[in-house]
């Protein structure tokens, strides 16, 4: 131990250099050091989809594994695991073939024919609105539609359209990610298949490098976490679902152009809080406006806003009960942040993340407010 005390000063020193040499050329070689990192997370992407795809169909997997359970035939009971995962991947299969022999290529043909017959569009609405003498009515506030027009024609000239049915063609293509894909779904059923394995083993490793103590304390908090994240996800998974089905049946019924894509559209929307059904909408009008006239226009956003009414106070709430429990300017910021950084992947995810952080924090002040002795006065809103 002397010895070791001798050398200890000048191990602690070349630990220090060395550190700094490690950060010097980390910073020196950034480009080199995110290239790296970009290809680990490229090499490990198929196992980042194969973990969401198992922990998307996971509740499921339980819950028809409960089921099976309770049955009298011994072989089904026996063979629960099994059969549930096998059920649940052929549903979802069933599913994704659906998708792509009906709705995919419907919403296909309608992006080209948008691409097709967008100019025409944009003639009809600059000669209505020549029609309506802007103008004249408004000529208090100085509005001319001329203006008006050629905003509209230099704001749409920058977009290439030259090459949108090739973007189109990108996002539906997936032949180039087909070995992804399938990595994706191998991974996650083994996920499924070694569930329990898995965290046992993250169980015993955590407790080895964090102690017992830590460690549980860890898992409680991740047990909570996960709690929060898969309500949510779930039941927002499901009403964008219910609200994309009644969004296609309405608009088809009221004959609107381009109605499963809108439909689509609105339920995916749908998934974003507070904004996400106002653009929808607000969009959907406005396509409508162009396609159908601004009768049409009118009474599809009147039957949208309705159906809007019945999920928010009706359908939503069944769902989603108190999944949360966050005050709307907080989930109001969590969009904004979370769209400000990540787009629209951000604005589905920052709310359930949001709620973890103010969970932790929450946790947080109340032990320090114990260490401190200061009384905790939670006052209800009434």
Known sequence: MKRFGQYSTWLLAFLFAAGLIIIYKTVDNLSNVFAFFGNALHIAMPFIIGFAIAYILNIPC???QRIFAKSRVKFIAEKRKILSIASVYIIMLAIIVVALRAVVPAIYRSILDIYENFPTYIDNAANYLKELRIDEKLAFININEDVIINKVNEWFSNIDFTKF?????????VTSNVL???IAIIASLYMLFDKERIKRTFYRVTGVLMGVGARDKMVGYMKKLNDIFSKYIYSQ??????????SIIVLMILKVKYAVLLGVIIGLCNIIPYFGAIFAVGGTILVTCFT???GKAIWTGIALIV?????ANLIGPRIMGQSLEMRPLLVIIAVTVGSGFFGFMGMILSVPIF???KLIAEDLIRARERRLGISINE???E
């Open 62 to 64: 339980v819950r028809l």
């Open 165 to 173: 049915a090739q973007y189109a063609q990108g996002v539906l293509s």
């Open 180 to 182: 992804n894909i399938f």
């Open 237 to 246: 998974l499901i009403d964008a679902t219910i609200v994309m089905v009644l």
């Open 292 to 294: 159908g006239g601004i």
């Open 307 to 311: 159906m809007q009414q019945i999920d």
């Open 355 to 357: 709620a973890m952080l």
């Open 379 to 381: 006052e209800e809103d």
